[in-house]
């Protein structure tokens, strides 16, 4: 069975986990190793503990069959008024091409369209999957920008719907 539920404190391991794979196996011919080495499960989960219990964040996961498949966040966009801010998708590598970010993306732009919200994502650029998907789902291109991780300096791109 599948749900989409809002997370919670005993999740906070499982969203790390699946953060850290992701990231080091998403951005390996992005980002440098040196960078993707020091990603830490345990510093990943704070970050993520600091958005349940903010009032202003949301952490939603979905589930399928009591197994954490993936999850989405997101807080309010601080440069664009009236917006939400997608923080992270991610979905384990083996829930991938199944629908799921698709599920959890369409969940988080009507619940900001019901308030007459618009919402953004920011991507590195040659990460094509996401960008593939997020204009799928009518995303378009708002701005290019330049990102720092940690003393890595990236080339992004934001999106919007």
Same mark, same amino acid.
């Given at each position: 069975?599948?749900?989409?539920?809002?997370?919670?404190q005993?999740?906070?391991?499982?969203? #790390? *986990?699946?953060?850290?794979?992701?990231?080091?196996?998403?951005?390996?011919?992005?980002?440098?190793?040196?960078?993707?080495?020091?990603?830490?499960?345990?510093?990943?989960?704070?970050?993520?503990?600091? =958005?349940?219990?903010?009032?202003?964040?949301?952490?939603?996961?979905?589930?399928?069959?009591?197994?954490?498949?993936? =999850?989405?966040?997101?807080?309010?966009?601080?440069?664009?008024?009236?917006?939400?801010?997608?923080?992270a998708?991610?979905?384990?590598?083996? =829930?991938?091409?199944?629908?799921l970010? *698709?599920?959890?993306?369409?969940?988080?732009l009507?619940?900001?369209?019901?308030?007459?919200?618009? !919402? *953004?994502?920011?991507?590195?650029?040659?990460?094509?999957?996401?960008?593939?998907?997020?204009?799928?789902?009518? #995303? !378009?291109?708002?701005?290019?920008? *330049?990102?720092? =991780?940690?003393?890595?300096?990236?080339?992004?791109e934001?999106?919007?719907?």
């Amino acid at each position: 069975m599948q749900i989409i539920r809002k997370a919670n404190q005993s999740d906070l391991l499982a969203l #790390a *986990t699946i953060n850290t794979i992701n990231w080091r196996e998403t951005y390996a011919d992005i980002l440098p190793d040196e960078y993707l080495n020091t990603l830490s499960v345990s510093e990943i989960q704070k970050k993520w503990q600091t =958005f349940i219990d903010s009032p202003v964040t949301t952490l939603q996961v979905v589930e399928i069959d009591n197994e954490i498949a993936g =999850f989405v966040a997101t807080s309010d966009d601080d440069q664009i008024e009236n917006a939400t801010y997608v923080d992270a998708l991610h979905i384990s590598n083996r =829930f991938q091409r199944k629908g799921l970010g *698709t599920k959890l993306l369409n969940k988080v732009l009507e619940e900001a369209h019901k308030h007459n919200k618009r !919402v *953004t994502i920011a991507i590195l650029k040659g990460n094509e999957n996401a960008r593939n998907l997020y204009t799928k789902l009518g #995303a !378009v291109h708002l701005e290019d920008f *330049t990102d720092h =991780f940690g003393s890595v300096v990236t080339k992004s791109e934001r999106l919007i719907w």
